[in-house]
């Protein structure tokens, strides 16, 4: 059975940086195709895709926000971690880790139950 | 990459069908035959309904059915149940291994 459990603080301070992490069972990350990505979203609003890391350890983001995210992985304890510098109210939201079961399928079959960060001095 | 347009809301009574839109752009939706569709109830975490335009997973009603013309995707749920009530997303590769969801419907059953 595949799962994806989030985990990090529930409240962050504006312009700290917030860091994230998905822990996975049932697949692993260096499976050829395997990927793991991040999404988000903002109380009573829509998804937007944050990043993605593949099982080759290639890294893509948003383009809006790729100053800001940065992607990485830990095969061996079965974790992606996502950093997001500089934490703004406006990135309060409930952050996703769904998979990729694998490229060329682009797109996300299992997802976590998500966990909320709110962004409040 | 801006995000898909689908439209706020749609309703429709028990029985009946519906579709909703998703459009995109020739970068996105118009180059891959590579868009998905998500359900979620409130609170609850987004689930697969649709991938690679008109495919479904194993357990995923075959009411659920999607579809591709041009730079707009659809979703048509027919035989519309209460429980289909839900708030759906599209999502459509965007090359480079990046991903553009839509703006997101409300589906009300009436």
């Known amino acids: 059975q595949v799962t994806l459990r989030e985990s990090g603080p529930a409240l962050v301070k504006p312009t700290q940086t917030l860091t994230l992490t998905c822990t996975f069972s049932g697949f692993s990350l260096s499976t050829s195709g395997m990927c793991v990505s991040w999404i988000r979203q903002p109380p009573g609003k829509a998804l937007e895709w944050l990043a993605l890391?593949?099982?080759?350890?290639?890294?893509y983001y948003s383009t809006s926000l790729k100053t800001r995210l940065t992607i990485s992985k830990d095969t061996s304890k079965n974790q992606v971690v996502l950093t997001m510098t500089n934490m703004d109210p406006v990135d309060t939201a409930t952050y996703y880790c769904?998979?990729?079961?694998?490229?060329?399928?682009?797109?996300?079959?299992?997802w976590g139950q998500g966990t909320m960060v709110t962004v409040s001095s | 990459q801006s995000a898909l347009t689908q439209p706020a809301s749609v309703s429709g009574s028990p029985g009946q069908s519906i579709t909703i839109s998703c459009t995109g752009t020739?970068?996105?939706?118009?180059?891959?035959?590579?868009v998905s569709w998500y359900q979620q109830h409130p609170g609850k975490a987004p689930k697969l309904m649709i991938y690679?335009?008109?495919k479904r997973p194993s357990g995923v009603s075959n009411r659920f059915s999607g579809s591709k013309s041009g730079n707009t995707a659809s979703l048509t749920i027919s035989g519309l149940q209460a429980e289909d009530e839900a708030d759906y997303y599209c999502c459509s590769y965007a090359g480079s291994s990046t991903f553009v969801f839509g703006t997101g419907t409300k589906v009300t059953v009436l």
């Open positions: 890391i593949d099982w080759d350890d290639d890294k």
């Open positions: 769904a998979r990729i079961r694998g490229v060329p399928h682009f797109f996300f079959d299992i």
């Open positions: 020739s970068s996105d939706v118009g180059s891959y035959n590579l």
């Open positions: 690679e335009v008109s």
